[in-house]
């Protein structure tokens, strides 16, 4: 198994290729809304991609969704979700992208543990950021959305943001066994060792301005 990361989008967001080089498959994790940058590192890589997992809903990691969704893609996300597919176009207009309407192939409903591409992917459920936030644990690695950041955390001031849940959430996988490493939707790659020390979620109150 290998990472690759992606950056691009209004929000400089992260895409995280899940790859399997013998089979030339991969899982993505979220996606930006520049669709061509996409595709364009699939194409060039011989890559097919299998599977889209999105930590939530918001329109800078479900851009290009759709069009991976036509080339075979099944698409994963929790069901509190949802109702963003159609509802961030105003946002998303705003920096001149069109966010294309996709069906959700599996809904996350629960903590569970998915079998993709021979890989056991563990689904923990986020909320704080969006009800139905989610961060998805392979192996070592945790793919955290915008719940947590290096040395900071996802904002909770939109619709259906919940400080007080982000920092159950964010508990929640500081409590997990092991050391991680962690790949957030925005910024530098970091791991959980150093976010329990540095994280400034566990002694903020919910005046504090948060980042994304």
Same mark, same amino acid.
């Given at each position: 198994?290998?990472?690759?990361? +992606?950056?691009?989008?209004?929000?400089?967001?992260?895409?995280?290729?899940?790859?399997?080089? +013998?089979?030339?498959?991969?899982?993505?994790?979220?996606?930006?809304?520049?669709?061509?940058?996409?595709?364009?590192?699939?194409?060039? *890589?011989? +890559?097919?991609?299998?599977?889209?997992?999105?930590?939530?809903?918001?329109?800078?990691?479900?851009? &290009?969704?759709?069009?991976?969704? !036509?080339?075979?893609?099944?698409?994963?996300?929790?069901?509190?979700?949802?109702?963003?597919?159609?509802?961030?176009?105003?946002?998303?207009?705003?920096?001149?992208? !069109?966010?294309?309407?996709?069906?959700?192939?599996?809904?996350?409903?629960?903590?569970?543990? +998915?079998?993709?591409?021979?890989?056991?992917?563990?689904?923990?459920?986020?909320?704080?950021?969006?009800?139905?936030?989610?961060? /998805?644990?392979?192996?070592?690695?945790? /793919? &955290?959305?915008?719940?947590?950041?290096?040395?900071?955390?996802?904002?909770?001031?939109?619709? !259906?943001?919940? /400080?007080?849940?982000?920092?159950?959430?964010?508990?929640?996988?500081?409590?997990?066994?092991?050391?991680?490493?962690?790949?957030?939707?925005?910024?530098?790659?970091? *791991?959980?060792?150093?976010?329990?020390?540095? *994280?400034?979620?566990?002694?903020?109150?919910?005046?504090?301005?948060?980042?994304?």
């Amino acid at each position: 198994m290998r990472i690759d990361c +992606l950056t691009g989008g209004a929000f400089a967001t992260n895409s995280y290729f899940v790859i399997n080089d +013998l089979t030339k498959e991969c899982i993505l994790i979220d996606t930006f809304e520049q669709t061509g940058a996409i595709l364009d590192y699939l194409a060039k *890589n011989g +890559l097919r991609c299998v599977a889209v997992l999105l930590t939530h809903g918001h329109f800078d990691h479900i851009g &290009s969704v759709k069009q991976l969704q !036509d080339m075979g893609a099944k698409v994963y996300m929790h069901k509190n979700d949802i109702w963003k597919i159609d509802a961030p176009g105003y946002m998303a207009r705003m920096y001149g992208y !069109d966010i294309k309407h996709f069906d959700v192939d599996y809904v996350i409903e629960k903590d569970e543990t +998915l079998d993709i591409m021979g890989l056991k992917v563990k689904v923990i459920q986020t909320p704080g950021h969006t009800e139905g936030g989610v961060c /998805f644990v392979i192996d070592e690695n945790i /793919f &955290s959305g915008d719940t947590i950041f290096r040395a900071s955390y996802g904002r909770t001031d939109f619709e !259906d943001g919940d /400080f007080q849940k982000l920092k159950l959430s964010i508990k929640k996988i500081f409590n997990l066994e092991g050391e991680y490493m962690i790949f957030p939707g925005h910024g530098e790659i970091t *791991n959980s060792y150093f976010e329990r020390v540095h *994280n400034p979620i566990l002694v903020d109150t919910e005046d504090i301005e948060e980042d994304f």
